[in-house]
């Protein structure tokens, strides 16, 4: 006897249909800057600008993979695909994440061979390229951080994001150096400081892809305590078999078979007892999407059944 949570279906779908809609403007105004910051690059000879070029240029991959990914999860289940293809999007993430890998990799070599061999850069008008991508992924963060569907593909997007932001805030001071200073390292040193700051997200955004499709248990969610407050149902004498894991982000899941005394099951009836424990779980830890198999005491030898088959 089991119940499947739906709730939060309609509300979830609503915020993917909407961070679609901030996608494709952050897609938009990505593409544009990259193409002046390219220009930039090649006008200024400024490495820093044409790592925030490459930069930008993964981003929009990035964002066009996201965008496919959040479509084609709202594709509905099907027979061979249960959960539909949810999945889609943490892949997606995934990708982002060895993408961006190699963008800093890509980075750091060039750096240290701007900083042995360092190069002239126009740096007035690296400057002013430097400032319209500043200003834009200022519009495209802002766009992006009013999404609450807690999805980790538009979190990999944010991280991006705020990314080229820091990028293009140190292109800008590169290019003050240079023209205060005229030390011309200071670009190969912003490349790499650009380097440095996405490795972290990077691995971040990896660790957390891995973990989903490995199907951890969600992070925050402490297993020990949801067994604790399922036995507190009036009537449950063990829960066991419990496993909890992430379909997608923000859709937790969990499973559990709970053992009831005769009596509760008598005077309450299965249906009661499964919106208690399904109650329980949505109120105390979040998870609306759970099944349970409710099992009466009386019934000792359930174990075995998939051992004895059925004809």
């Given at each position: 006897?089991?119940?499947?949570?739906?709730?939060?279906?309609?509300?979830?779908?609503?915020?993917?249909?909407?961070?679609?809609?901030?996608?494709?403007?952050?897609?938009?105004?990505?593409?544009?800057?990259?193409?002046?910051?390219?220009?930039?690059?090649?006008?200024?000879?400024?490495?820093?600008?044409?790592?925030?070029?490459?930069?930008?240029?993964?981003?929009?991959?990035?964002?066009?993979?996201?965008?496919?990914?959040?479509?084609?999860?709202?594709?509905?289940?099907?027979?061979?695909?249960?959960?539909?293809?949810?999945?889609?999007?943490?892949?997606?993430?995934?990708?982002?994440?060895?993408?961006?890998?190699?963008?800093?990799?890509?980075?750091?070599?060039?750096?240290?061979?701007?900083?042995?061999?360092?190069?002239?850069?126009?740096?007035?008008?690296?400057?002013?390229?430097?400032?319209?991508?500043?200003?834009?992924?200022?519009?495209?963060?802002?766009?992006?951080?009013?999404?609450?569907?807690?999805?980790?593909?538009?979190?990999?997007?944010?991280?991006?994001?705020?990314?080229?932001?820091?990028?293009?805030?140190?292109?800008?001071?590169?290019?003050?150096?240079?023209?205060?200073t005229g030390f011309h390292r200071a670009d190969a040193i912003a490349s790499l400081l650009i380097a440095g700051l996405i490795l972290p997200r990077s691995f971040s955004l990896l660790r957390e892809s891995v973990s989903v499709l490995m199907e951890s248990t969600p992070r925050g969610l402490d297993l020990a305590e949801?067994?604790?407050?399922?036995?507190?149902?009036?009537?449950?004498?063990?829960?066991?078999?419990?496993?909890?894991?992430?379909?997608?982000?923000?859709?937790?899941?969990?499973?559990?078979?709970?053992?009831?005394?005769?009596?509760?099951?008598?005077?309450?009836?299965?249906?009661?007892?499964?919106?208690?424990?399904?109650?329980?779980?949505?109120?105390?830890?979040?998870?609306?999407?759970?099944?349970?198999?409710?099992?009466?005491?009386?019934?000792?030898?359930?174990?075995?059944?998939?051992?004895?088959?059925?004809?």
């Amino acid at each position: 006897m089991g119940s499947t949570g739906a709730g939060a279906g309609h509300g979830h779908a609503a915020g993917r249909a909407a961070d679609r809609g901030r996608l494709r403007l952050v897609l938009l105004i990505t593409v544009t800057v990259l193409v002046v910051e390219l220009v930039g690059a090649l006008l200024t000879g400024s490495l820093a600008l044409l790592a925030d070029a490459g930069h930008m240029a993964t981003d929009a991959t990035g964002v066009v993979i996201a965008l496919s990914a959040a479509y084609v999860a709202t594709r509905p289940a099907t027979p061979r695909r249960t959960f539909g293809l949810h999945r889609a999007e943490i892949l997606a993430a995934l990708v982002n994440a060895v993408v961006l890998l190699g963008v800093c990799t890509f980075l750091g070599y060039v750096g240290v061979r701007r900083l042995i061999t360092p190069s002239e850069v126009e740096a007035g008008p690296m400057i002013a390229f430097a400032a319209v991508g500043l200003l834009a992924n200022a519009v495209s963060l802002l766009v992006l951080q009013r999404s609450d569907s807690g999805s980790l593909n538009m979190r990999g997007a944010w991280l991006e994001v705020a990314s080229d932001l820091v990028g293009s805030v140190l292109a800008v001071a590169a290019g003050v150096v240079i023209v205060l200073t005229g030390f011309h390292r200071a670009d190969a040193i912003a490349s790499l400081l650009i380097a440095g700051l996405i490795l972290p997200r990077s691995f971040s955004l990896l660790r957390e892809s891995v973990s989903v499709l490995m199907e951890s248990t969600p992070r925050g969610l402490d297993l020990a305590e949801v067994e604790r407050h399922l036995a507190g149902v009036d009537g449950v004498t063990e829960v066991h078999d419990l496993h909890a894991w992430t379909i997608t982000s923000g859709i937790p899941s969990l499973s559990a078979h709970v053992t009831v005394t005769d009596e509760a099951l008598a005077a309450r009836g299965v249906g009661v007892l499964l919106d208690e424990l399904s109650v329980c779980v949505a109120g105390h830890f979040g998870v609306r999407h759970a099944t349970f198999q409710v099992e009466p005491v009386s019934h000792r030898r359930h174990e075995d059944l998939g051992e004895a088959g059925c004809e």
